[in-house]
């Protein structure tokens, strides 16, 4: 089965821009905005016009346009590579079909092998996270008669549900809809089981 590119079939612009500024850059260019793509990936606060400036010029005179595309581009090729799971190997394979120099994608696959625990762990712990399920208790009644009808025999769930930020809620659920939420739970749940043995989903870091 053919493996999917990391970068996938379609590039972002910006992604696409950087790329082609990397396969006419020298590597004196490149060096200097890897260090502030390095540095961006670890502490996670954006680069100073000033930083940018600085790489220009110890580039030798890179426009300034090209530097801050050639940052962004890379900065998106490693945060894409970072949430794909890609190996290191398949991170140097892939961009070499964008024909970017050897030393290139040497340069930029010791960034991403340097950095991408750090931007993995970021973004777990900036994620948005909402309540999780804790606990859930629920039991039969039977509704023996209404105001409307003198004997209703109906049966009903009683369902009490817990959250991790501690808030309970209790509800009602009738009995065939209960019914058809066990048959929504378990297809999905088999869904999932299917899924888990695609081989494509099966991505093992090798690096």
């Known amino acids: 089965m053919e493996r999917m ?23 004196r260019q490149l060096r200097p905005v890897l260090e502030l793509v390095a540095a961006t990936l670890h502490t996670g606060a954006p680069p100073r016009p000033e930083q940018m400036a600085g790489a220009a010029e110890r580039g030798g005179g890179m426009p300034l346009a090209e530097v801050e ?4 581009g890379a900065m998106g090729v490693v945060r894409t590579a970072v949430f794909a799971k890609t190996s290191v190997e398949h991170f ?3 961009l070499a079909e964008y024909k970017i120099p050897n030393q290139h994608i040497a340069d930029l696959a010791a960034v991403y092998n340097k950095s991408r625990a750090v931007v993995h762990e970021g973004a777990i712990a900036n994620r948005v996270r909402y309540p999780a399920l804790v606990d859930l208790k629920w039991r039969v009644d039977v509704t023996i008669s209404t105001s409307s009808m003198s004997r209703s025999l109906a049966p009903y769930v009683l369902m009490e549900m817990t959250t991790s930020d501690g808030r309970i809620k209790t509800f009602e659920v009738p009995h065939d809809k209960f019914h058809e939420l066990r048959y929504n739970v378990a297809r999905v749940l088999k869904e999932m089981q299917d899924l888990e043995q695609l081989q494509i ?4 870091d090798k690096s």
Do not use: N, Q
């Not at 970068?7 to 696409?16: H, I, N, Q, R, Y």
């Not at 989903?201 to 093992?204: E, N, P, R």
């Open 5 to 27: 590119p990391f970068l996938g079939f379609t590039l972002a612009p910006e992604v696409k821009r950087g790329l082609l500024i990397l396969t006419r850059c020298e590597t």
């Open 69 to 72: 595309a050639l940052f962004t």
């Open 92 to 94: 140097k394979l892939d």
């Open 201 to 204: 989903l099966k991505i093992s």
